[in-house]
Nanobody, 112 residues
Framework: QVQLVESGGGLVQAGGSLRLSCVAS????????MGWFRQAPGKQRELVAG??????EYADSVKGRFTISRDNAKNTMYLQMNSLKPEDTAAYYC???????WGPGTQVTVSS
């Protein structure tokens, strides 16, 4: 089973940027749907961005600020996050839900 590991989280000031990476232990070429999720303390996990062969989708709260992409040759998925806001603070997880694969998460903290 494919294993996923996120990196790139950290502490950033409001208005700043971060790029999250999700590296898979094996090829992701055959994985159609992948995505980034986040969970803030006391809140439910939510889909931030998803990517399939048909395109991308974003939560309304991040549209125009976040960009999801993937590089199958590198077995890696990315989340470019710009214009970060304090409300973006959360643990971010990458996933291939149809394969039951989730990463352990990486913390993103945005200070005001």
């Amino acid at each position: 089973q494919v294993q996923l590991v996120e990196s790139g989280g950290g502490l950033v000031q409001a208005g700043g940027s971060l790029r999250l990476s999700c590296v898979a232990s094996s090829s992701i070429s055959s994985i159609n749907a992948m995505g980034w999720f986040r969970q803030a303390p006391g809140k439910q996990r939510e889909l931030v961005a998803g990517i399939t062969s048909g395109g991308t989708e974003y939560a309304d709260s991040v549209k125009g600020r976040f960009t999801i992409s993937r590089d199958n040759a590198k077995n890696t998925m990315y989340l470019q996050m710009n214009s970060l806001k304090p409300e973006d603070t959360a643990a971010y997880y990458c996933a291939a839900p149809d394969w039951g694969a989730w990463g352990p998460g990486t913390q993103v903290t945005v200070s005001s």
